[in-house]
């Protein structure tokens, strides 16, 4: 099957620094791909869709310029977290649809834990 | 709006067979997903269903009843392993995924 591959797994920041996770599709062009958080005992929550050469499209109460979303490429997407607090401390998980399939199956990535001092 | 129902939590022995239920009201269907979630990792998919009916798959086995808005996920012989946290998904018509909150499986031995 399709791998995705996300970086880093984990990370730990201070208080008030950026940081950026990539999303990478190994083995096939992904034009959109998709940016969850989840919190503990919660289930996925979709916080934007990157499209590949445009603007991500962002849920409703996620602040776009605290996560910038770009996805330069038809197989990477990077999301920042900028000015991160300490509620921001999260697991992401991308996640990207292989075209050439007719499932529409989501691939995800093995998610990135965020700690957030 | 668009809903999707699963129990919160279940318990089940190892060796026994467990059912989990998922039903939901969604803006169109373009399909339905189970994915299954270890503790700290990504989900990982299952099974998809579009048709009506039961996809065997293993010790996995995915039913759908479009007209009834149902699906369930059936998990045979289980093993401790099978401790996770199944999500079901709908796919809307404008090709989101609509996600449930999961249910937790607990395997006793």
């Known amino acids: 099957g399709a791998v995705v591959s996300q970086h880093p797994s984990w990370v730990i920041c201070k208080s008030g620094t950026s940081v950026k996770i990539e999303c990478r599709s190994l083995d096939f062009q992904a034009t959109t791909m998709f940016w969850y958080r989840q919190f503990p005992k919660q289930s996925l929550m979709l916080m934007a869709t990157s499209n590949e050469g445009s603007k991500a499209t962002y849920e409703q109460g996620v602040e776009k310029d605290k996560f910038l979303i770009n996805h330069a490429s038809l197989t990477l997407s990077t999301l920042t977290v900028t000015s991160a607090h300490p509620e921001d401390s999260s697991f992401y998980i991308c996640?990207?649809?292989?075209?050439?399939?007719?499932?529409?199956?989501?691939?995800f990535g093995e998610g990135s834990r965020l700690t957030v001092l | 709006g668009q809903n999707i129902d699963q129990p919160t939590e279940m318990t089940a022995t190892e060796g026994a067979i467990v059912q989990i239920n998922c039903t939901y009201q969604?803006?169109?269907?373009?399909?339905l997903f189970w994915y299954q979630q270890h503790a700290g990792e990504a989900p990982t998919f299952l099974s998809y269903?579009?048709l009506d009916g039961l996809e065997e798959k293993g010790r996995f086995s995915s039913f759908l009843s479009r007209s009834k808005g149902y699906s369930y996920l059936l998990l045979k012989e289980l093993q401790m392993k099978d401790s996770a946290s199944y999500l079901c998904a709908v796919m809307d018509s404008n090709y989101q995924l609509i996600w449930g909150a999961g249910t937790k499986l607990i395997i006793k031995p």
């Open positions: 269903n579009v």
């Open positions: 996640s990207a649809r292989d075209q050439g399939l007719d499932t529409g199956e989501l691939f």
């Open positions: 969604t803006s169109g269907f373009n399909g």
